[in-house]
């Protein structure tokens, strides 16, 4: 039996259910906001939902629920992230909204095809639209300027991300660019 809601999705559709990986490597501040190479595995897990309606706009999309683990990860996650995406077939525009427990959100946005296999969203600090707010400590000591993603849903069933959240830490001048990425396995549809 198909899920009429499945048909909605643009390109998310392929996102649907659990995805593991762990050949994740994140680059970010260490303790003395140095550099930081920390290898990670994660769990990605995705849900349909729609249609959610904004009067003459209606979306489509994903919940999720991303982990991440230290390599070999045993324990509590040192990342955990909710959120959703969302696919507005109408203007063609894909959107994530996030937020994490060190209580900071963002809703990233771009443009794609229905059936693109790669697409990237991006948020700017200060955006009305696709922007980035922050608690007053992380505003002061690690404020994020900049949030892109790029997704991509590989011919061999892997889905490839790579993410870079742009920093201005206390103190420097120069910006901190903190990238993580990894390949993940459909586990689970």
């Not at 919940?63 to 063609?92: C, T, V």
């Not at 505003?139 to 790579?162: H, M, N, P, S, W």
């Amino acid at each position: 039996m198909s899920n009429p809601i499945l048909e909605k999705l643009g390109p998310l559709r392929p996102l649907v259910g659990t995805w593991e990986g762990g050949s994740g490597l994140d680059i970010g501040p260490s303790a003395a906001r140095e550099v930081e190479e920390t290898k990670f595995r994660e769990r990605m897990v995705f849900e349909p939902f729609g249609p959610a309606e904004n009067h003459e706009q209606v979306l489509y999309g994903l919940r999720y629920h991303l982990q991440a683990w230290r390599d070999p990860g045993e324990g509590d996650p040192f990342h955990d992230e909710i959120g959703y995406w969302y696919w507005d077939a109408k203007n063609k525009w894909i959107m994530k909204s996030l937020t994490i427990p060190r209580a900071m959100v963002v809703l990233a946005g771009g443009t794609c095809a229905a059936d693109a296999k790669k697409f990237k969203v991006s948020a700017r600090v200060g955006n009305g639209t696709f922007g980035i707010l922050s608690n007053p400590f992380l505003e002061e000591e690690f404020k994020t300027v900049l949030f892109d993603q790029e997704i991509e849903v590989r011919d061999d069933g892997t889905l490839a991300y790579a993410e870079n959240t742009v920093m201005l830490l206390k103190g420097r001048t120069q910006l901190f660019e903190h990238k993580d990425r990894n390949v993940l396995k459909k586990v689970k549809d």
